[in-house]
Every structure is written in C-alpha cells, then in structure tokens.
Nanobody, 121 residues
Framework: VQLQASGGGLVQPGGSLRLSCAAS????????MGWFRQAPGKEREFVAI???????YYADSVKGRFTISRDNAKNTVYLQMNSLKPEDTAVYYC????????????????WGQGTQVTVSS
C-alpha cells in the first residue's frame, strides 16, 4: 500500500483544514486507517483512527474538533480539522494497519510522507 498525504498548510487559530490520504496498490476497506502527528522535539502521537463498520476513535485532545472519514470509492481517508489551535501544529501522517485497531503508531504497517500543519496568527 502506498499512501500520499496532502492538504496541510498555514492556518490561523480557530480555522479549519482538511487533510487527505490517497492510497494506491490495495483497497483500504480492510485496513485500519490512522492519523498521527509529530511536533518538533516530541514523540509521534495518535490523533484518530477508523476501521470497518465506520467505527472511529479520537485522541482526547482533538475530540469534538477533528473528524476522520473514508471514501472507499476514491480509496481515500480524510481528516477534517476544525477549531484549530496552535498546539495542533505538527507534521501529520496517515498510516494503514493490516490487523486489529490500534492507537499505537509503531503497530502500523504503511505510512504516508507527512504533511505540515501550522496554526499561527
């Protein structure tokens, strides 16, 4: 599975961005899909995951602000980010896991290249 993340950029606090993760090589239907992020000097952290049946799970820090979704016809996963805060600034990565759902980044098998999100006035 090859993953291509896009949609990052510079946004003011309170603004919105939508990240996309387009997959090729395999259909994503059977994969657990996750978004993770890594800020400078910090460890990679879990943001949101989606798995079969439309089940989703979010980190407490983004719950109510971020939404993960899938378009199986386009083989793409999205992360809609609203009410962005400066502490959301990080490189965001999408990842795919061929196994049970997990919020641990090291259990994911395939990774996109990352897209920078900067929240600043």
């Amino acid at each position: 599975v090859q993953l291509q993340a896009s949609g990052g950029g510079l946004v003011q606090p309170g603004g919105s961005l939508r990240l996309s993760c387009a997959a090729s090589g395999r259909t994503l239907i059977r994969y657990v899909m996750g978004w993770f992020r890594q800020a400078p000097g910090k460890e990679r952290e879990f943001v949101a995951i989606s798995w079969s049946g439309g089940i989703t799970y979010y980190a407490d820090s983004v719950k109510g602000r971020f939404t993960i979704s899938r378009d199986n016809a386009k083989n793409t996963v999205y992360l809609q980010m609203n009410s962005l805060k400066p502490e959301d600034t990080a490189v965001y990565y999408c990842a795919a896991r061929n196994g049970p759902y997990s919020s641990s980044w090291y259990e994911y098998d395939y990774w996109g290249q990352g897209t920078q999100v900067t929240v600043s006035s």
